[in-house]
Protein backbone atom coordinates (compact mmCIF):
# COMPACT_ATOMS: atom_id res chain seq x y z
CA UNK A 1 0.00 0.00 0.00
CA UNK A 2 1.47 3.86 -1.04
CA UNK A 3 1.85 5.45 2.06
CA UNK A 4 0.40 9.36 2.45
CA UNK A 5 2.10 11.94 0.52
CA UNK A 6 2.33 15.40 0.99
CA UNK A 7 1.49 16.90 -1.97
CA UNK A 8 -1.46 19.14 -1.84
CA UNK A 9 -1.36 23.23 -0.96
CA UNK A 10 -3.98 24.09 1.20
CA UNK A 11 -4.14 28.16 1.35
CA UNK A 12 -6.44 30.02 3.32
CA UNK A 13 -7.90 33.24 5.22
CA UNK A 14 -5.90 30.84 8.11
CA UNK A 15 -4.63 27.96 6.49
CA UNK A 16 -1.23 27.54 4.74
CA UNK A 17 0.05 24.10 4.41
CA UNK A 18 3.47 25.56 3.29
CA UNK A 19 4.29 26.44 6.54
CA UNK A 20 5.23 22.62 7.11
CA UNK A 21 8.05 22.55 4.36
CA UNK A 22 10.60 23.55 6.89
CA UNK A 23 9.83 21.37 9.63
CA UNK A 24 11.72 19.32 11.26
CA UNK A 25 10.08 16.05 12.81
CA UNK A 26 11.27 13.97 16.21
CA UNK A 27 10.62 9.95 15.97
CA UNK A 28 8.32 10.40 18.83
CA UNK A 29 6.23 13.29 17.38
CA UNK A 30 2.48 13.22 18.07
CA UNK A 31 0.21 14.64 14.97
CA UNK A 32 -3.23 15.84 16.66
CA UNK A 33 -5.40 15.77 13.46
CA UNK A 34 -8.86 16.96 13.78
CA UNK A 35 -11.44 19.00 11.26
CA UNK A 36 -12.33 22.62 13.38
CA UNK A 37 -14.92 21.59 16.74
CA UNK A 38 -14.06 17.77 16.60
CA UNK A 39 -11.78 17.34 19.77
CA UNK A 40 -8.70 19.17 19.13
CA UNK A 41 -8.15 21.16 22.13
CA UNK A 42 -9.63 17.78 24.55
CA UNK A 43 -7.04 15.62 22.45
CA UNK A 44 -4.39 17.95 23.50
CA UNK A 45 -5.05 17.81 26.86
CA UNK A 46 -5.16 14.44 27.00
CA UNK A 47 -1.83 14.24 25.16
CA UNK A 48 -0.36 16.03 27.69
CA UNK A 49 -1.59 14.30 30.51
CA UNK A 50 0.21 11.67 28.52
CA UNK A 51 3.79 13.10 28.04
CA UNK A 52 4.06 14.82 31.15
CA UNK A 53 2.47 12.02 33.00
CA UNK A 54 0.65 13.75 35.96
CA UNK A 55 -2.43 15.97 35.97
CA UNK A 56 -0.61 19.27 37.85
CA UNK A 57 1.86 19.42 35.12
CA UNK A 58 1.33 23.48 34.74
CA UNK A 59 1.39 23.50 31.19
CA UNK A 60 -1.22 25.38 28.85
CA UNK A 61 -2.00 22.24 26.05
CA UNK A 62 -2.69 24.75 23.34
CA UNK A 63 0.46 26.71 23.97
CA UNK A 64 3.09 24.34 23.74
CA UNK A 65 1.34 22.45 21.45
CA UNK A 66 1.16 24.67 18.50
CA UNK A 67 -1.15 25.07 15.73
CA UNK A 68 1.46 24.66 12.85
CA UNK A 69 -0.25 25.16 9.54
CA UNK A 70 -2.30 28.66 11.05
CA UNK A 71 -0.66 31.88 9.36
CA UNK A 72 -1.21 34.13 12.63
CA UNK A 73 2.42 34.84 13.01
CA UNK A 74 5.48 33.91 11.08
CA UNK A 75 6.52 30.52 10.61
CA UNK A 76 9.74 31.13 11.60
CA UNK A 77 9.18 32.07 15.60
CA UNK A 78 6.68 28.80 15.88
CA UNK A 79 9.53 26.66 14.41
CA UNK A 80 12.40 27.58 16.50
CA UNK A 81 9.79 27.13 19.60
CA UNK A 82 8.97 23.35 18.64
CA UNK A 83 12.50 22.72 17.89
CA UNK A 84 13.08 24.17 21.19
CA UNK A 85 11.00 22.20 23.14
CA UNK A 86 12.52 19.82 25.82
CA UNK A 87 9.78 17.18 25.63
CA UNK A 88 7.74 14.79 23.82
CA UNK A 89 6.32 17.07 21.11
CA UNK A 90 1.98 16.94 19.88
CA UNK A 91 1.57 19.12 17.27
CA UNK A 92 -1.67 20.55 15.77
CA UNK A 93 -3.60 20.63 12.50
CA UNK A 94 -7.07 20.77 10.79
CA UNK A 95 -5.55 19.90 7.25
CA UNK A 96 -6.49 17.11 5.25
CA UNK A 97 -3.53 14.38 5.10
CA UNK A 98 -2.16 15.52 1.89
CA UNK A 99 -1.52 18.22 3.62
CA UNK A 100 0.65 17.51 6.23
CA UNK A 101 4.09 15.89 6.70
CA UNK A 102 4.00 12.13 6.98
CA UNK A 103 6.64 10.08 9.03
CA UNK A 104 5.76 6.14 9.51
CA UNK A 105 8.56 6.85 12.67
CA UNK A 106 5.38 9.58 14.30
CA UNK A 107 2.01 9.03 15.86
CA UNK A 108 -1.42 9.95 13.91
CA UNK A 109 -4.05 10.75 16.10
CA UNK A 110 -7.43 11.81 14.47
CA UNK A 111 -10.53 12.68 15.61
CA UNK A 112 -14.09 13.43 14.34
CA UNK A 113 -17.10 14.05 15.39
CA UNK A 114 -20.88 13.91 13.62
CA UNK A 115 -21.01 16.73 11.58
CA UNK A 116 -24.17 17.77 12.81
CA UNK A 117 -22.82 18.19 16.28
CA UNK A 118 -19.90 20.22 14.25
CA UNK A 119 -22.49 22.80 13.06
CA UNK A 120 -23.85 23.84 15.93
CA UNK A 121 -20.55 23.69 18.04
CA UNK A 122 -19.16 26.16 15.36
CA UNK A 123 -21.96 28.88 15.89
CA UNK A 124 -21.05 28.94 19.70
CA UNK A 125 -17.37 29.02 18.68
CA UNK A 126 -17.69 31.53 16.25
CA UNK A 127 -19.92 33.20 18.45
CA UNK A 128 -17.69 33.54 21.32
CA UNK A 129 -14.84 35.15 19.49
CA UNK A 130 -14.19 38.60 19.30
CA UNK A 131 -12.66 38.65 16.04
CA UNK A 132 -16.06 38.12 14.04
CA UNK A 133 -14.12 38.40 10.36
CA UNK A 134 -12.16 35.51 11.45
CA UNK A 135 -15.06 33.78 12.76
CA UNK A 136 -16.73 34.40 10.22
CA UNK A 137 -13.82 32.65 7.92
CA UNK A 138 -14.20 29.21 9.11
CA UNK A 139 -17.70 28.84 10.49
CA UNK A 140 -19.79 31.31 8.56
CA UNK A 141 -20.90 35.06 9.92
CA UNK A 142 -24.15 34.98 11.40
CA UNK A 143 -26.80 34.49 8.51
CA UNK A 144 -25.05 31.11 7.86
CA UNK A 145 -27.71 28.64 7.66
CA UNK A 146 -27.49 24.56 8.30
CA UNK A 147 -28.40 24.10 4.52
CA UNK A 148 -25.76 26.32 3.15
CA UNK A 149 -23.23 23.96 5.57
CA UNK A 150 -24.47 21.45 3.26
CA UNK A 151 -23.34 22.82 0.08
CA UNK A 152 -19.94 23.73 -1.83
CA UNK A 153 -17.51 21.94 -3.20
CA UNK A 154 -13.81 22.17 -1.60
CA UNK A 155 -11.04 24.19 -3.10
CA UNK A 156 -7.63 23.64 -1.81
CA UNK A 157 -6.91 27.66 -1.93
CA UNK A 158 -9.83 28.86 -1.07
CA UNK A 159 -9.53 26.56 2.24
CA UNK A 160 -10.76 27.39 5.99
CA UNK A 161 -14.86 27.81 5.67
CA UNK A 162 -16.02 24.66 7.15
CA UNK A 163 -18.83 22.76 5.54
CA UNK A 164 -20.45 19.35 5.24
CA UNK A 165 -17.99 18.42 1.60
CA UNK A 166 -15.00 19.76 3.80
CA UNK A 167 -15.62 17.55 6.42
CA UNK A 168 -16.17 14.86 3.95
CA UNK A 169 -12.68 16.01 2.25
CA UNK A 170 -10.69 15.72 5.50
CA UNK A 171 -11.91 11.97 6.20
CA UNK A 172 -11.63 10.66 2.89
CA UNK A 173 -8.00 12.08 3.26
CA UNK A 174 -7.35 9.57 6.02
CA UNK A 175 -9.57 6.90 6.05
CA UNK A 176 -7.42 4.51 3.16
CA UNK A 177 -4.70 5.20 5.55
CA UNK A 178 -6.35 3.81 8.92
CA UNK A 179 -4.68 0.02 9.01
CA UNK A 180 -1.29 2.08 9.39
CA UNK A 181 0.36 1.15 12.70
CA UNK A 182 0.43 4.85 13.42
CA UNK A 183 -2.80 6.27 12.35
CA UNK A 184 -5.34 5.89 14.75
CA UNK A 185 -8.97 7.10 13.97
CA UNK A 186 -11.05 8.40 17.31
CA UNK A 187 -14.25 9.24 17.30
CA UNK A 188 -16.02 12.12 19.54
CA UNK A 189 -18.62 9.71 20.61
CA UNK A 190 -16.78 7.27 22.15
CA UNK A 191 -14.74 9.78 23.70
CA UNK A 192 -17.93 10.79 25.16
CA UNK A 193 -19.44 7.72 26.08
CA UNK A 194 -15.80 5.91 27.41
CA UNK A 195 -13.25 8.99 28.02
CA UNK A 196 -11.24 6.57 30.28
CA UNK A 197 -11.35 3.87 27.25
CA UNK A 198 -9.95 6.60 24.79
CA UNK A 199 -7.65 7.87 27.06
CA UNK A 200 -6.26 4.44 27.68
CA UNK A 201 -6.00 3.57 23.87
CA UNK A 202 -4.44 7.00 22.88
CA UNK A 203 -1.68 6.07 25.93
CA UNK A 204 -1.41 2.71 24.13
CA UNK A 205 -0.85 3.84 20.67
CA UNK A 206 1.66 6.79 21.36
CA UNK A 207 3.86 4.31 23.65
CA UNK A 208 2.65 5.43 26.90
CA UNK A 209 2.60 3.05 29.75
CA UNK A 210 0.07 4.72 32.67
CA UNK A 211 -1.03 3.16 36.19
CA UNK A 212 -4.69 3.01 36.45
CA UNK A 213 -4.20 5.46 38.98
CA UNK A 214 -3.05 7.40 36.57
CA UNK A 215 -5.91 6.51 34.34
CA UNK A 216 -8.44 7.58 36.94
CA UNK A 217 -7.02 10.62 37.63
CA UNK A 218 -6.03 11.52 34.01
CA UNK A 219 -9.42 10.74 33.25
CA UNK A 220 -11.52 13.11 35.42
CA UNK A 221 -8.84 15.79 34.71
CA UNK A 222 -9.87 15.72 31.07
CA UNK A 223 -13.98 15.66 31.57
CA UNK A 224 -15.57 18.45 29.87
CA UNK A 225 -16.75 19.58 33.14
CA UNK A 226 -12.89 19.67 34.31
CA UNK A 227 -11.64 21.57 31.27
CA UNK A 228 -14.70 24.33 31.44
CA UNK A 229 -13.44 25.01 35.09
CA UNK A 230 -10.34 25.82 33.84
CA UNK A 231 -10.81 27.15 30.53
CA UNK A 232 -8.10 29.57 31.34
CA UNK A 233 -5.54 26.72 31.02
CA UNK A 234 -7.27 24.64 28.54
CA UNK A 235 -8.56 27.07 26.14
CA UNK A 236 -6.23 27.73 23.04
CA UNK A 237 -5.36 31.51 23.92
CA UNK A 238 -6.54 31.33 27.23
CA UNK A 239 -6.46 34.63 28.86
CA UNK A 240 -5.29 36.51 26.04
CA UNK A 241 -8.78 38.21 24.98
CA UNK A 242 -9.43 35.98 22.10
CA UNK A 243 -12.83 34.69 23.48
CA UNK A 244 -15.29 36.71 24.75
CA UNK A 245 -15.48 34.15 27.56
CA UNK A 246 -12.97 31.87 28.23
CA UNK A 247 -15.51 29.42 29.75
CA UNK A 248 -17.36 29.66 27.08
CA UNK A 249 -15.07 28.05 24.38
CA UNK A 250 -16.29 24.52 26.37
CA UNK A 251 -20.21 25.46 25.58
CA UNK A 252 -21.19 21.84 24.93
CA UNK A 253 -19.32 18.89 24.95
CA UNK A 254 -22.89 16.66 24.57
CA UNK A 255 -23.20 14.53 21.48
CA UNK A 256 -27.26 14.26 19.13
CA UNK A 257 -27.36 18.44 20.41
CA UNK A 258 -28.46 18.68 16.60
CA UNK A 259 -31.50 16.73 17.74
CA UNK A 260 -34.19 19.11 18.38
CA UNK A 261 -32.48 21.81 16.35
CA UNK A 262 -32.56 20.57 13.16
CA UNK A 263 -36.49 20.18 10.92
CA UNK A 264 -36.81 16.41 10.00
CA UNK A 265 -36.87 18.15 6.37
CA UNK A 266 -32.96 19.22 7.09
CA UNK A 267 -31.89 15.80 8.61
CA UNK A 268 -33.54 14.27 5.77
CA UNK A 269 -31.02 16.88 3.03
CA UNK A 270 -28.29 15.39 5.38
CA UNK A 271 -28.40 12.43 5.43
CA UNK A 272 -28.85 12.21 1.77
CA UNK A 273 -25.96 15.12 1.23
CA UNK A 274 -24.11 12.29 3.44
CA UNK A 275 -24.72 9.52 0.70
CA UNK A 276 -23.31 12.00 -2.55
CA UNK A 277 -20.29 12.55 -0.37
CA UNK A 278 -19.09 9.29 1.39
CA UNK A 279 -18.85 5.82 0.94
CA UNK A 280 -21.51 4.09 3.16
CA UNK A 281 -18.90 2.43 5.57
CA UNK A 282 -17.23 5.82 6.47
CA UNK A 283 -20.44 7.73 6.49
CA UNK A 284 -21.76 5.03 8.86
CA UNK A 285 -18.70 5.94 10.81
CA UNK A 286 -18.97 9.82 10.53
CA UNK A 287 -22.26 9.80 12.07
CA UNK A 288 -21.69 6.88 14.95
CA UNK A 289 -18.36 6.07 15.49
CA UNK A 290 -17.55 2.73 16.84
CA UNK A 291 -14.27 0.63 16.96
CA UNK A 292 -12.83 0.25 13.37
CA UNK A 293 -11.18 -2.73 11.62
CA UNK A 294 -6.86 -2.37 11.37
Not at 182 to 190: E, I, K, R, T
Request: negative net charge; charged residues 25%; proline residues 7%.
Amino acid sequence: MQLPQQGQHYLGPITDTKRWDNFSSRDDDIFICTPPKCGTTWTQAICALLVFGKVDHGQQPAVISPWVDASSEPIEPVLERIDALPHRRFLKTHSPFDGIPYRPECTYLVIFRDPRDVFFSGQNHRDNMKNQKLAAAVFGDEESTFDEFLVGTPNPLAWDLQTLPMLAYILDSYWPYRHLPNVHLHHYSDMTRDLRGAIGSMASETGVDISDDQLDAFTQAASFGAMKVNADQYAPNGGAGMWKADSKFFANGTIGQWEDRLTTEQQDKFLVRMGELLEPEPARWLLEGGTLDR
